[in-house]
């Protein structure tokens, strides 16, 4: 496979107003996007998943060559993904390909991971910290990883607005589905004032939580 071979597919593809729209949601003009809808990026990744190191050749000029690139590594096994992971997150510049970067494998390898999400956590760059905590929402979210969830969180640095947005999207989730321990750490008031409100807001927007909880949950706004 050559880089022109998959450029030419990717063209073929392009939708021009999915393209305009997407570099909307992205809120970043220096980002170049060819306008391919996200099921087939997924397929042509899919496609290519056999070809990793020829994908990771190429360069990095589209949002949606470095799409392909990573969802083809979350396809791989565990063994095989741990050794695209770090090349993989320093790939990440945006919050879409932060969030559709799941690598499913980790659901049965969580202890394992947790020395390369707490080491993404500390390093002071936003979508290396948006990954560390996006990848705790997608596969620690239960009573066992409580306190890492809520380690991570407290020592995230919400400065950065993506980090900031997913620690609230984290805290939120653990409000719906671990909320006795989530309302505790609510009541600590460790997050900052946005962080806290936002994580609130957003746990009270999902029909998942009861209303009387909500109710709650909105009288513990700072």
């Known amino acids: 496979m050559h880089y022109r071979e998959l450029l030419a597919?990717?063209?073929?593809?392009?939708?021009?107003?999915?393209?305009?729209?997407?570099?909307?949601?992205?809120?970043?003009?220096?980002?170049?996007?060819?306008?391919?809808?996200?099921?087939?990026?997924?397929?042509?990744?899919?496609?290519y998943k056999n070809d990793?190191?020829?994908?990771?050749?190429?360069?990095?000029?589209?949002?949606?060559?470095?799409?392909?690139?990573l969802t083809a590594v979350s396809l791989l096994g565990y063994e095989d993904f741990i050794k695209y992971v770090d090349r993989c997150v320093s790939l990440i510049d945006n919050w879409a390909t932060c969030d559709c970067f799941v690598p499913k494998c980790i659901l049965k390898h969580r202890e394992e991971f947790l020395p390369y999400i707490r080491r993404y956590a500390e390093a002071d760059k936003e979508f290396y910290q948006r990954f560390a905590l996006t990848t705790l929402l997608h596969f620690y979210v239960t009573e066992e990883y409580a306190d890492v969830i809520y380690g991570h969180v407290k020592?995230?640095?919400?400065?950065?607005?993506?980090?900031?947005?997913?620690?609230?999207?984290?805290?939120?989730?653990?409000?719906?589905?671990?909320?006795?321990?989530?309302?505790?750490?609510?009541?600590?008031n460790s997050l900052?004032?946005?962080?806290?409100?936002?994580?609130?807001?957003?746990?009270?927007?999902?029909f998942r939580l009861s209303d009387d909880r909500k109710n709650y949950l909105k009288g513990q706004k700072r």
């Open 9 to 47: 597919e990717l063209e073929s593809n392009a939708d021009e107003s999915y393209k305009c729209f997407h570099k909307k949601l992205l809120k970043n003009d220096a980002i170049n996007v060819l306008g391919v809808r996200i099921p087939t990026l997924r397929k042509i990744a899919k496609k």
């Open 52 to 69: 990793i190191d020829a994908l990771l050749s190429f360069p990095d000029e589209y949002y949606d060559v470095t799409f392909i690139k």
């Open 155 to 188: 020592s995230s640095n919400t400065n950065y607005y993506y980090v900031h947005m997913a620690a609230a999207w984290l805290v939120a989730e653990m409000l719906v589905k671990q909320y006795d321990s989530a309302k505790i750490f609510l009541s600590e």
């Open 192 to 206: 900052d004032k946005k962080t806290h409100n936002k994580a609130i807001q957003k746990a009270c927007e999902s």
